[in-house]
Nanobody, 118 residues
Framework: QLVESGGGLVQPGGSLRLSCASAGFTFGDFAIAWFRHAPGKVLEWVSGINSGGGVTYSVDSVKGRFNISRDNAKNTLYLQMNSLKPEDTAVYYC?????????????WGQGTQVTVSS
């Protein structure tokens, strides 16, 4: 089970920190990723992190602005989002690797809404 939190309304240029709390599986054994779904657009992969936290990947549009991290002791994934833009507005979901380190993701959370607007 994955539960996202931390979304909200923020002005352009602002920051938010999303969290994804996990339960029911060995968190530290799985790669985890953030996705987002904006109105009228397809689901987009945003950023992923391997099980140990030492390897991360992000889509070009968020590089230098978003930072993914994890705390395996707390079974929690984070997404620090800085310099937010209106085009970052979306529902953000976390998902775990289906097999551990395949980089195929599923088992979605319920999502958290991020709205960037003045």
């Amino acid at each position: 089970q994955l539960v996202e939190s931390g979304g909200g309304l923020v002005q352009p240029g602002g920051s938010l920190r999303l969290s994804c709390a996990s339960a029911g599986f060995t968190f530290g054994d799985f790669a985890i990723a953030w996705f987002r779904h904006a109105p009228g657009k397809v689901l987009e992969w945003v950023s992923g992190i391997n099980s140990g936290g030492g390897v991360t990947y992000s889509v070009d549009s968020v590089k230098g602005r978003f930072n993914i991290s994890r705390d395996n002791a707390k079974n929690t994934l984070y997404l620090q989002m800085n310099s937010l833009k209106p085009e970052d507005t979306a529902v953000y979901y976390c998902a775990k690797d289906l097999y551990g380190s395949s980089w195929y993701f599923g088992s979605w959370g319920q999502g958290t809404q991020v709205t960037v607007s003045s």
